[in-house]
């Protein structure tokens, strides 16, 4: 179980923090590797699978919160790409902040999840009391977070991957490489091309 704050629980088989004293080397992600054929989706799509604002998604990248991963902006003009893991976080940073987790808990745990590779990110579960968010990895150390008394709450990482990949199939994409516009999956845009053909 990894912590994001908070301190060594006693005993030595409880939480292990993030970082700072005590923290396990480990148990720290080891880094992510990039995709060659990744895709990027702009402000506005990165929003509508995050289900937040511009506002937020602008003040974050500017505050260094959720930085783009596929491409940042590089003065007026340009436009930042964000990917499918980057959504990801924005999405469950919205979450965090909403429960009322610290901002200083929330940075720690967006510097975990980036390091973290897609496989694992798929397995984690991050429980949080409020203050401090865990990465737990067995039914056993939610259980014994419940034991504490403490109200949390949870969110299962593959679940938010695989509401943020729905969401994005069918929003657009660009593609890196070439910049090309990938049209997304979408029903109406889908019957709206249909009907321009048949008129």
């Known amino acids: ?36 054929d990744e895709v990027g989706y702009r402000g506005p799509a990165a929003c509508a699978a995050a289900g937040i604002t511009y506002r937020q998604l602008d003040y974050w990248a500017r505050t260094g919160l959720v930085e783009p991963g596929v491409r940042p902006a590089h003065g ?8 499918a893991r980057d959504v990801v976080v924005l999405k469950i940073v919205k979450r965090l902040l909403d429960a009322g987790v610290s901002l200083q808990s929330i940075r720690t745990a967006v510097r975990y999840l980036r390091a973290a590779d897609a496989a694992d990110l798929r397995r984690m579960t991050l429980i949080s009391d409020g203050a401090t968010v865990y990465e737990c990895t067995s039914p056993h150390e939610v259980v014994e977070l419940l034991e504490g008394g403490q109200g949390i709450f949870g969110i299962a990482v593959g679940v938010v991957f695989s509401d943020v990949q729905a969401a ?12 090309e516009t990938l049209v997304g999956h979408n029903a109406a845009d ?10």
């Open 1 to 36: 179980m990894v912590v994001t704050g908070g301190e060594r629980s006693a005993g030595g088989g409880g939480p292990v923090p993030l970082h700072g004293p005590g923290a396990d080397p480990a148990r720290q992600p080891q880094g992510a590797s990039a995709d060659p």
């Open 76 to 83: 007026s003009g340009t436009q930042r790409l964000y990917g």
């Open 168 to 179: 994005l199939a069918q929003l657009h994409a660009e593609r890196v490489d070439t910049g």
């Open 190 to 199: 889908e019957l709206a091309r249909r009907r321009s053909r048949a008129g």
